[in-house]
């Protein structure tokens, strides 16, 4: 079974603050990851994708990979009311190029 | 860009009815569409992968005379629960990815459609 694993939360922040969602996954092949944002009732919206170990940062955001540790990691920073939602951790798994894996998710509350 | 839309965004049937959902993609070829569905507080599942002109490939456990996957054009892919009943009701997600130049490819979602069945 390929899993990805996400802490339901929820995470609660306040306003301002840096909030850091974790995932991991089993398949040690997997190839590239990607983080979405669900909001209550409405379906997920990407947010970015990572595939080379390391950090990519884009605006407030900033995804971390450690294959080695299989873990994905997604930082942000000076977190804002509106990014209250739950976060989904999606990995395309090995020999599986076309489809998504998702976790759980992690429910993020931020606080002002 | 990379608009998908998906109609209609809530249908509430009775028990037996068969109900068909559209996606489309408005700005761009979808090579590739995906069905999820979605139980409350549950993370989204692959139904089926569907890819233009060929059959879809369902995931294990996913009936395929059940969930009936038609992706005839580069644009557009319904979904239909057939003979749908109570335990079908849940929030039905497409995706689709295109031609993308980056890679990966990400999936872009449809804004999903919840279906209540009486």
């Known amino acids: 079974q390929k899993e990805v694993e996400q802490n339901s939360g929820p995470l609660s922040v306040p306003e301002g603050a840096i909030a850091s969602l974790n995932c991991t996954y089993s398949?040690?092949?997997?190839?590239?990851f990607f983080w979405y944002r669900q909001y209550s009732g409405k379906s997920p919206e990407l947010i970015m994708f990572?595939?080379?170990?390391g950090d990519k940062e884009d605006g407030r955001f900033t995804a971390q990979l450690n294959k080695a540790s299989q873990y994905v990691s997604l930082l942000i920073r000076d977190s804002q009311p509106s990014d209250s939602a739950t976060y989904l951790c999606a990995v395309n798994p090995s020999g599986g190029y076309n489809k998504l894996i998702f976790g759980a998710g992690t429910r993020l509350a931020v606080h002002p | 860009g990379a608009v998908v839309s998906q109609h209609p965004s809530w249908v509430i049937c009775k028990s037996g009815t068969s109900v068909k959902i559209e996606c489309r993609s408005l700005d761009f070829q979808a090579t590739t569409m995906f069905w999820y569905r979605q139980f409350p507080k549950q993370s989204l599942m692959l139904m089926a992968t569907?890819?233009?002109?060929?059959?879809?490939?369902?995931e294990q456990g996913v009936e395929k005379d059940k969930f009936l996957i038609n992706h005839a054009s580069l644009t557009l892919s319904t979904l239909t629960v057939t003979s749908a009943h109570p335990e079908d009701s849940s929030f039905y997600i497409c995706s689709a990815r295109g031609r993308d130049t980056i890679i990966p490819r990400p999936q872009h979602f449809g804004d999903g459609t919840r279906l209540s069945i009486l």
């Open positions: 569907s890819n233009e002109g060929s059959k879809a490939t369902y």
């Open positions: 398949d040690r092949g997997s190839q590239s």
């Open positions: 990572i595939y080379s170990n």
